[in-house]
C-alpha cells in the first residue's frame, strides 16, 4: 500500500482539499490542478481538456484514480448543459477507460439529483433513477459511463455536501441572521447535511478496504445519518451560535418556513435528498455520525 500512486483530480475544491489529508496515508498523492504551470511536468487536471487529461494519466500511471472534480453550479447549468456534460459525464468516462486500460481503481463522486425526489423513502442504490436537472442528467451520465468502461470502480453518491473550508450554508444563514429581521427557509426538501471531511475520510477506509476485498467494488450511498430540511438546518445553525456566545438578530423561532414553491430556481431540486447508507455501513462496517455533530465541528472550527 505505501508505494500506490494516487492521481487527485479536484484537489481545490471541497471534498479534493479533505482528500489530500486523508488519502495521504495510503501512498503517494499526486494532486493535480486546471493548470499545467502548476506541476513540474507541466500536467494538469483540467476535465475540459481532454487530450491533456490523457496525457497527465498515461504519464503517471496511478494505481487509483480519484475524481473529485465536478460542474456543480446547479442552476447554470440549465443553461451551460454542454460544458456540463463535458465535465461530468464525458470526463468521467474517458478517466474510466484510461483507468480500465492501466488496470487502475477509480474513485468518482455522484449525488441524490439522480434521482426525481418523489417519495418520502431513502434512496436505495439500485433504485430507478429519473434526473430533473441537466445537472443530475449529466452527473447520471457520468456515472453510467464508468460502469460501462468496466473499470474498478467505487462511485459514492452524497448529498448537502459542506466544509468548513470556503462558504456553506450554514455560514451564510449566521451572516444573514446578523443582518436581517427575519429569514424565509425552504423546509419540503429533506436530507442530510454531509461534511466533505466525512466523505473523504470514508473514501479513504473504503478504498483501503478494496485492495483487499476488490468484489466490493460498485455504487454506494455516502451521507451523515439523520435527516432535515434546509429550514430545520437553518434553525439548528442558529440555535447552536446563541448557545456559544454568538448573537444573530434572528431567533431560531423566527425563522419561516417556505415551500420550493416560494423560491423558484432555474433547476428543479428534489424534494426528498435522503439516500439509504445501509449497503455501505453493512459492506465496509462503518458507523456514520449524525449530521448536527459534523455541522457543529464546522462550526466550532470557522467560529473560533
Not at 476535465?47 to 473529485?68: C, F, G, Q, Y
Not at 449525488?111 to 431513502?122: I, K, N
Not at 473504503?206 to 485492495?211: G, I, K
Amino acid at each position: 500500500m505505501s508505494a500506490m500512486k494516487i492521481l487527485l483530480l479536484g484537489s481545490n475544491g471541497q471534498v479534493g482539499w479533505e482528500l489530500q489529508r486523508s488519502l495521504a496515508p495510503l501512498g503517494e498523492v499526486v494532486a493535480l490542478q486546471r493548470e499545467a504551470a502548476a506541476h513540474p511536468q507541466g500536467l494538469c487536471g483540467n476535465l475540459e481538456d481532454i487530450e491533456a487529461l490523457v496525457h497527465s494519466v498515461r504519464t503517471l500511471r496511478p494505481a487509483v484514480i480519484v475524481n473529485a472534480a465536478a460542474y456543480t453550479a446547479v442552476d447554470k447549468a440549465e443553461t451551460d448543459a454542454d460544458r456540463a456534460k463535458a465535465v461530468n459525464a464525458t470526463a468521467p468516462g474517458l478517466l474510466a477507460r484510461e483507468a480500465a486500460s492501466l488496470g487502475a481503481w477509480l474513485v468518482h463522486y455522484s449525488t441524490d439529483y439522480v434521482f426525481d425526489g418523489s417519495g418520502d423513502q431513502p434512496w436505495r442504490e439500485d433504485d430507478a433513477t429519473a434526473p430533473l436537472s441537466v445537472y443530475g442528467r449529466t452527473k447520471l451520465e457520468g456515472e453510467q459511463a464508468i460502469r460501462h468502461s468496466g473499470c474498478q470502480h467505487l462511485i459514492l453518491r452524497t448529498s448537502w455536501v459542506y466544509a468548513a473550508r470556503g462558504g456553506n450554508f450554514a455560514k451564510t444563514m449566521l451572516r444573514l441572521a446578523t443582518e436581517r429581521d427575519e429569514l424565509k427557509v425552504i423546509n419540503d426538501q429533506i436530507g442530510a447535511p454531509t461534511g466533505a471531511d466525512l466523505l473523504a475520510d470514508v473514501t479513504a477506509l473504503v478504498l483501503h478496504r478494496l485492495q483487499m476485498r476488490p468484489e466490493l467494488a460498485g455504487t454506494y450511498h455516502c451521507t451523515a445519518a439523520g435527516q432535515t430540511s434546509w429550514h430545520g438546518y437553518a434553525r439548528h445553525v442558529i440555535e447552536w451560535a446563541r448557545a456559544h456566545g454568538q448573537a444573530p438578530k434572528v431567533a431560531p423561532e423566527a425563522v419561516q418556513a417556505i415551500p420550493s414553491s416560494g423560491y423558484p430556481t432555474p433547476a428543479q431540486r428534489p424534494l426528498n435528498s435522503r439516500l439509504d447508507t445501509f449497503k455501505l455501513r453493512h459492506a465496509f462496517g462503518l458507523h456514520l455520525p449524525p449530521w448536527q455533530q459534523g455541522v457543529e465541528r464546522m462550526l466550532m472550527e470557522t467560529l473560533r
